[in-house]
């Protein structure tokens, strides 16, 4: 899957986005979790606009920048309104990490 978009491509970040909100989301629930998928485009908004544009790409620093720096600067919501942000994020790491360390397995 397509994890990279030129900044100025965003017809195709749009549909690449669509496309990894829908497969997180169904990944996501044959697991039983919940996500949210607004955490979810912010967090490849937050990529696609950084340094390299990598969706997949995460550091540790970048997770902390995009939670503790990104969000609050972007985003006004209540602790009820973000309670999946965490788990969503996560969710998102793990099944990109699968995917590179086994293929498409669930």
């Known amino acids: 899957m397509r994890t990279y978009y ?3 491509d965003y017809d195709g970040f749009e ?6 909100i829908r497969r997180l989301a169904g990944w996501g629930a044959a697991q ?5 998928p607004n955490a979810v485009a912010l ?18 620093a970048l997770v ?5 720096k990104y ?3 972007t985003v ?6 973000a309670v999946l942000v965490p788990e969503t994020l ?11 360390v086994g293929g498409s397995r669930g």
């Open 6 to 8: 030129d900044e100025d």
């Open 15 to 20: 549909a690449g986005q669509d496309l990894l």
């Open 32 to 36: 039983g979790k919940e996500i949210d």
């Open 43 to 60: 967090a490849l908004q937050f990529r696609h606009t950084s340094v390299d544009g990598r969706l997949a790409c995460w550091t540790a």
């Open 64 to 68: 902390q920048d995009f939670l503790l």
């Open 71 to 73: 969000l609050p600067r």
């Open 76 to 81: 006004s919501a209540t602790a009820d309104d």
């Open 90 to 100: 996560s969710l998102f790491l793990r099944l990109h990490a699968r995917d590179r």
